[in-house]
């Protein structure tokens, strides 16, 4: 139902349409013109008797007088500059409401309505500080180990998604990913002209997908990306409220492109093989269906512990030794600060997500044994270069390393962290032998001092983001058969 303002305005465009004047309504309605007034301001809410009275003699229906859409432009414009001002930002500034008058110009309203929307896009960027980002990865992290980091209303929509194309094993092809990006009404584009700020653009209202000309590092790139946008379309999924809605809205596009990529359908016969032969291998895993090394031990992640029983950890770190992401279910302590956030802190040097770094052939992957404070685990460590050095690490309790293959290396460390004993407090003596006589600048991590990003979507410049859609709205429709 309308507000009442909304109300108000659509009984009074109702009314100066037929060219009635409020005295004649009140004629017509049998009530006070006083009355009318009041509900055509907003001000008081109409009983749903009168409420018909005035729709049969305004020649309308109740339900066009109760439709939420303000009836013109101006109203909608007026409408929100009456909600801003009632808003607490603008109240803590002591100033008085501004009321339109029929003399102040469309110009003038669009200006107060867009500053009243930047103030409130201020005070919404300064309310999402970084420790408030690092809660909402905090909450989503352990929400998906509650559920074993496994979606299977998305697992669905992943399987008809392929078996509506008839894929049923091994790599999506370009041609494939493009059917699918059909099926929902998408063609996608390849243009060199994205906002910087993007990874990929959909433009809903021409049904297109825009993203790079060349594959990002990695080779599934181009497809995740447009799986991705397509799982935009598929999870219906709207502006996001808040980054924590804007940080489950990108888990499950990643998930759904994840599930498209390597389907269930045969990824799980393939693990399960693996598992009977004893020779389970994130990279066998990757190599089967065209991706990354990282993008294979996320999915394993999803299927290892509902669909194979094998309980787990993954873990990504940067080459300074600092998490930029974790998931586990497996008992193993991740390092984690005062509000529960594993993200930019450092793993144990003896782990094998760091002690993969200092290896000098790094083709293959690195397997060892690590004891730690909860138990021992078998790791295997994967390292890569992008814009810098990083290592991916899938683990599991001692136990579940019979499944693996790489279980018989003989490398073995010993990790008491989080004692600080173990590889965060010098030797002894060292401290007092340097102190006063060195000093080093610290490396500071940029997001504890940035707050987040601003826009529709955190990250997204929106001007550029509207120049570029302006620039491409009336392009040629793209052949589908020429999409990718």
């Given at each position: 139902?309308a507000?009442?303002?909304?109300?108000?305005?659509?009984i009074?465009?109702?009314?100066?349409?037929?060219?009635?004047?409020l005295?004649?309504?009140?004629?017509a309605?049998?009530?006070?013109t006083?009355?009318?007034?009041?509900?055509?301001n907003?001000?008081?809410?109409?009983?749903?008797?009168?409420?018909?009275?005035i729709?049969?003699?305004?020649?309308?229906?109740v339900?066009?007088?109760?439709?939420?859409?303000?009836?013109t432009?101006?109203?909608?414009?007026?409408?929100?500059?009456?909600?801003?001002?009632?808003?607490?930002?603008?109240?803590?500034l002591g100033?008085?409401?501004?009321?339109?008058?029929?003399?102040m110009?469309?110009?003038t309203l669009?200006t107060?309505v867009?500053l009243?929307?930047?103030?409130?896009?201020?005070?919404?960027?300064?309310?999402?500080t970084?420790?408030q980002?690092?809660?909402?990865?905090?909450?989503?992290?352990?929400?998906?180990?509650e559920i074993?980091n496994?979606?299977p209303?998305?697992?669905?929509?992943?399987?008809?998604?392929?078996a509506?194309?008839g894929?049923?094993?091994?790599?999506l092809?370009h041609?494939?990913?493009a059917?699918?990006?059909?099926?929902v009404?998408?063609?996608?584009?390849h243009t060199?002209?994205?906002?910087?700020s993007?990874?990929?653009?959909?433009?809903?209202e021409?049904?297109?997908?825009?993203?790079?000309?060349?594959?990002?590092?990695g080779?599934?790139?181009?497809?995740?990306?447009?799986?991705?946008a397509?799982?935009?379309?598929v999870?219906?999924?709207?502006?996001?409220?808040?980054y924590?809605?804007?940080?489950?809205?990108?888990?499950?596009?990643?998930?759904?492109?994840?599930a498209c990529?390597?389907?269930?359908?045969s990824?799980?016969?393939f693990?399960e093989?693996?598992k009977?032969?004893?020779?389970?291998?994130?990279d066998?895993?990757r190599?089967?269906y065209?991706v990354?090394?990282e993008?294979?031990?996320l999915?394993?992640?999803?299927?290892?512990?509902?669909?194979l029983?094998?309980?787990?950890?993954?873990?990504?770190?940067?080459?300074?030794?600092?998490?930029?992401?974790?998931?586990?279910?497996?008992?193993?302590?991740?390092?984690?600060?005062?509000?529960?956030?594993?993200?930019?802190?450092?793993?144990?040097r003896?782990?094998?997500?760091r002690?993969?770094?200092?290896?000098?052939?790094?083709?293959?992957?690195?397997?060892q044994?690590?004891?730690?404070?909860?138990?021992?685990?078998?790791?295997?460590?994967?390292?890569g270069?992008?814009?810098d050095?990083?290592?991916i690490?899938v683990?599991v309790?001692?136990?579940?390393?019979?499944?693996f293959?790489?279980r018989?290396?003989?490398?073995?460390?010993?990790?008491?962290?989080?004692?600080?004993?173990?590889c965060?407090?010098?030797?002894?003596?060292?401290?007092?032998?340097?102190t006063?006589r060195?000093?080093?600048?610290?490396?500071v991590?940029?997001?504890?001092?940035a707050?987040?990003?601003?826009?529709?979507?955190?990250?997204i410049d929106d001007r550029?983001?509207?120049?570029?859609l302006?620039?491409?709205?009336?392009?040629?429709?793209?052949p589908?058969?020429?999409?990718?």
């Amino acid at each position: 139902m309308a507000n009442l303002s909304t109300l108000g305005r659509r009984i009074r465009f109702y009314r100066t349409r037929n060219g009635m004047t409020l005295d004649q309504l009140s004629a017509a309605c049998d009530t006070a013109t006083s009355q009318l007034s009041l509900i055509e301001n907003g001000k008081r809410e109409p009983r749903l008797s009168l409420l018909g009275v005035i729709a049969e003699a305004l020649g309308v229906s109740v339900s066009d007088l109760l439709r939420e859409e303000a009836p013109t432009g101006r109203d909608a414009l007026e409408i929100e500059l009456e909600r801003a001002q009632e808003g607490p930002s603008y109240r803590e500034l002591g100033l008085p409401a501004l009321r339109p008058s029929k003399s102040m110009s469309d110009e003038t309203l669009r200006t107060l309505v867009g500053l009243h929307r930047e103030l409130d896009r201020r005070a919404r960027q300064a309310i999402a500080t970084p420790e408030q980002a690092r809660r909402a990865n905090t909450d989503l992290r352990l929400q998906m180990r509650e559920i074993d980091n496994y979606l299977p209303e998305i697992e669905a929509l992943a399987d008809e998604a392929v078996a509506t194309v008839g894929h049923t094993a091994g790599a999506l092809t370009h041609r494939t990913v493009a059917e699918m990006a059909e099926h929902v009404g998408l063609s996608i584009v390849h243009t060199d002209d994205l906002p910087h700020s993007a990874r990929a653009v959909v433009d809903m209202e021409h049904g297109r997908i825009y993203i790079p000309p060349a594959s990002i590092p990695g080779g599934h790139g181009l497809r995740s990306l447009a799986l991705q946008a397509v799982a935009q379309t598929v999870l219906e999924h709207r502006e996001p409220v808040d980054y924590a809605d804007f940080l489950r809205q990108r888990l499950e596009a990643s998930y759904y492109a994840a599930a498209c990529l390597m389907p269930r359908s045969s990824a799980v016969p393939f693990l399960e093989e693996a598992k009977r032969d004893r020779a389970i291998a994130i990279d066998d895993f990757r190599d089967a269906y065209g991706v990354t090394h990282e993008a294979a031990a996320l999915r394993f992640t999803n299927l290892a512990t509902q669909r194979l029983g094998i309980r787990l950890h993954y873990v990504r770190v940067a080459g300074d030794g600092t998490v930029a992401g974790a998931y586990e279910n497996d008992g193993l302590p991740p390092p984690l600060d005062a509000t529960g956030s594993t993200e930019g802190e450092v793993v144990c040097r003896f782990w094998s997500a760091r002690r993969a770094f200092a290896r000098k052939t790094r083709t293959t992957e690195h397997y060892q044994y690590t004891d730690t404070p909860a138990g021992t685990f078998f790791e295997a460590t994967q390292t890569g270069i992008g814009s810098d050095e990083y290592s991916i690490t899938v683990g599991v309790p001692y136990a579940e390393s019979k499944w693996f293959r790489g279980r018989q290396t003989p490398v073995h460390e010993t990790s008491k962290c989080p004692d600080v004993s173990c590889c965060r407090r010098p030797a002894d003596g060292l401290a007092e032998r340097w102190t006063g006589r060195s000093w080093a600048s610290p490396r500071v991590r940029p997001y504890l001092f940035a707050p987040l990003p601003h826009g529709t979507y955190p990250g997204i410049d929106d001007r550029e983001l509207h120049e570029f859609l302006q620039s491409h709205a009336d392009d040629s429709p793209i052949p589908s058969n020429g999409a990718v």
